[in-house]
């Protein structure tokens, strides 16, 4: 299964005790089980919630770990352990928390193009090159 963490890089407080919130929700979602449904539906709420009160601080780390999260629900689903086994629920939990941060994202797009757009759509294409590398060879052997 991948792993999944996050890395405190480059933070820019918007107050102060922005930065440390941020780290906080670093340190738990790269402690967070990935077998942990619950744990994950946790951080999506912390994710939403950061955006809401720091979006410039948070959005770095909060993209990092729908990244990260892209990454496990695709491990699993190639993987064939979403089919019968615990980690069904894992991909569920992932695949439900993925389609709420696309309507998140989107509404923020919507309401700030300036701000969002650009900075999502270099995520995406990130995420889409790093996915795509990754797993190439996985899904060119699958049945």
Same mark, same amino acid.
């Given at each position: ?25 670093? &340190?738990?979602?790269?402690? $967070? !089980?990935?077998? %942990? *449904?619950?744990?994950?539906? #946790?951080?999506?709420?912390? +994710?939403?919630? @950061? ?45 439900? &928390?993925?389609?709420?941060? $696309? !309507?998140?994202? %989107? *509404?923020?797009?919507?309401? #700030?193009?300036?701000?969002? +757009?650009?900075? @999502? ?23």
């Amino acid at each position: 299964m991948s792993s999944f963490s996050l890395r405190a890089s480059s933070l820019v407080a918007d107050s102060p005790g922005a930065a440390t919130d941020v780290r906080a929700f670093i &340190l738990a979602a790269s402690a $967070v !089980s990935p077998a %942990s *449904s619950s744990g994950f539906r #946790s951080l999506g709420e912390a +994710a939403k919630e @950061l955006l809401d009160r720091q979006p410039s601080t948070a959005r770095d780390a909060v993209l990092a770990f729908y990244a990260g999260l892209a990454d496990l629900s695709i491990d699993l689903h190639l993987s064939g352990r979403g089919s019968f086994s615990s980690s069904s629920s894992l991909l569920k939990t992932s695949s439900g &928390l993925l389609s709420e941060f $696309v !309507s998140e994202m %989107s *509404s923020r797009v919507e309401e #700030s193009p300036a701000a969002w +757009a650009p900075a @999502l759509a270099r995520w995406a294409l990130g995420v889409l090159g790093e996915m795509s590398t990754k797993y190439t060879a996985r899904v060119s052997q699958s049945p």
